[in-house]
């Protein structure tokens, strides 16, 4: 029951990006079509839950021990920027139309503060490894619902009659902003 | 003090290590052959990302070179440098990038178009008149002399003449296209700078309705089409230019009766 309300804490009712506010450079620059929006929130739920498994165990068997915990934001850097290298040659490997896609956001995921934000909160809430694992796989989720949410309004948007001024990013921030507004109709119900 | 920094080290360093390992790895599994020339080419190309050359990016323009399904000469903001350089790479012999140019096929200014009873007032913008009435002209077809053309066009190289028609300064013209897109009459189109002849109207209807609205228009009556072999073809009562067969010496430049066939200047 804790790892079920975990899992729906970290996607939903805490959601990364509309909650936190965390991961909103690929939440605005890779939601104008659903398909490459689900994929990035793919590749971003699998470089989290093996960021959440890598980093658990780096922190609990190799920091803590040593007394290195200062070291963690190196670490979990570390820990990331390779992941998401071998996420990118992964991608462009199977999928060139998808690598091309994703472009510059695909690289970006090493700076994507939503999943530096997962392997920090880790520690933070002293989760035990199967708890991390759950929470990565929870916040991945959550960013994939997110993302593709954004992806799918954007689409219809693109039929929309928009006033000028607010074609392009201004309507896209707006609707963000109200996405946000509806998820916080969560809080409290965990 | 010294200790803990001494483990510190050596832990990032193992941790480095192992991580540069395994991509190591990951990078013999996974490597994507590529031909080398596509980011020699890449680095050739202005990076811009436009999109001018019909392809999805510089890369993939690059791409599409090296399988010789683009021309050296595709793009059109490199220019003939960049064209040259990339035939060159290639072993191929370019020829120069054909410069784009609007031109504006209506001649139906304030002289020659006849005004319709009523007066239009409203916002003075080519989209705002058509939508409502069409603007001041008779004619559905011609330019409304809105200056959205004149508006839209980044580099201030089209200029409403006194006669109500915008005119394009083909020195300073980039060939960008965007009057193109805000010409809500689709009058503007982009031909090759060398081409030198076009039909300045786009009046689809019938020889007395079109002689009436203006008195520049294609009355249709064909001539051109019968006398030119193909040159023309009559869409309606709109002879349109077909600039694959045409001969222009066989065009009747004199036997048009408005003058809607013409070379410019």
Redesign the interface.
């Known amino acids: 029951m804790e790892l079920v309300l975990i899992f729906f804490s970290a996607a939903i009712v805490n959601n990364f990006v509309l909650s936190y506010f965390l991961g909103i450079c690929p939440f605005i620059g890779v939601s104008n079509k659903l398909s490459s929006a689900f994929s990035m929130g793919m590749a971003t739920t699998f470089v989290m839950v093996i960021t959440a498994i890598v980093s658990w165990l ?1 922190y609990h068997l ?2 803590v021990p ?3 915990e200062f ?1 963690q934001y ?2 979990f850097i ?2 990331i920027a ?1 992941l998401v ?2 996420v990118e ?2 991608i ?2 199977v999928s ?1 139309p998808l690598y ?1 896609a994703l472009g510059i956001f695909l690289p970006l995921i090493t700076t994507n503060c939503a999943i530096l934000g997962l392997a920090l909160f880790l520690v933070l809430r002293d989760y035990s490894f199967v708890e991390s694992v759950i929470y990565g796989v929870g916040a991945g989720a959550g960013f994939t619902l997110a993302i593709s949410i954004m992806a799918g309004i954007r689409e219809e948007l693109d039929l929309a009659d928009i006033p000028k001024a607010f074609q392009g990013a201004p309507i896209t921030l707006v609707v963000a902003g109200i996405l946000a507004l509806a998820f916080m109709g969560f809080s409290g119900m965990l | 003090m010294d200790t ?1 920094l001494f ?2 080290i050596a ?2 360093g193992g ?2 290590f192992i ?2 390992g ?2 190591a790895l ?2 013999k599994k ?3 052959e590529e031909n080398p020339l596509i980011g020699k080419i890449n680095e050739l190309l202005p990076g811009a990302n436009c999109g001018a050359c019909g392809k ?2 510089c ?2 323009f690059a791409t599409n070179i090296t399988e010789g399904k683009s021309a050296a000469n595709g793009c059109p903001v490199g220019g003939d440098e960049t064209a040259i350089e990339i035939a060159e790479m290639m072993g191929v012999e370019s020829s120069s990038t054909q410069k784009m140019l609007p031109r504006i096929l209506c001649k139906g200014g304030h002289a020659e178009a006849v005004k319709k009873m009523t007066e239009y007032y409203g916002p003075i913008s080519c989209s705002s008149m058509h939508i409502v009435s069409g603007g001041d002209k008779k004619c559905f077809y011609g330019c409304l002399g809105g200056s959205d053309c004149v508006n839209a066009c980044p580099f201030n190289a089209i200029i409403m003449n006194d006669n109500g028609i915008p005119e394009i300064i083909e020195e300073i013209c980039t060939g960008c296209g965007m009057c193109v897109k805000s010409c809500p009459r689709n009058i503007i189109e982009m031909h090759p700078s060398d081409r030198q002849f076009f039909v300045f109207c786009k009046n689809e209807d019938d020889p007395k309705t079109s002689k009436d609205v203006c008195a520049v228009s294609c009355l249709g009556c064909g001539i051109c089409a019968r006398k030119s072999d193909g040159g023309v073809d009559m869409h309606g009562f709109l002879g349109v230019v077909n600039y694959e067969k045409f001969d222009e010496s066989k065009i009747p430049f004199d036997k048009c009766r408005t003058g809607a066939i013409a070379k410019i200047n």
């Open positions: 780096i190799i920091l040593f007394d290195l070291l190196v670490a570390l820990v390779s290298q071998f040659m992964f462009k490997k060139q091309r | 803990s483990i510190a832990t990032m941790l480095g991580f540069a395994g991509l990951a990078d996974l490597r994507v999805a990016g890369y993939d």
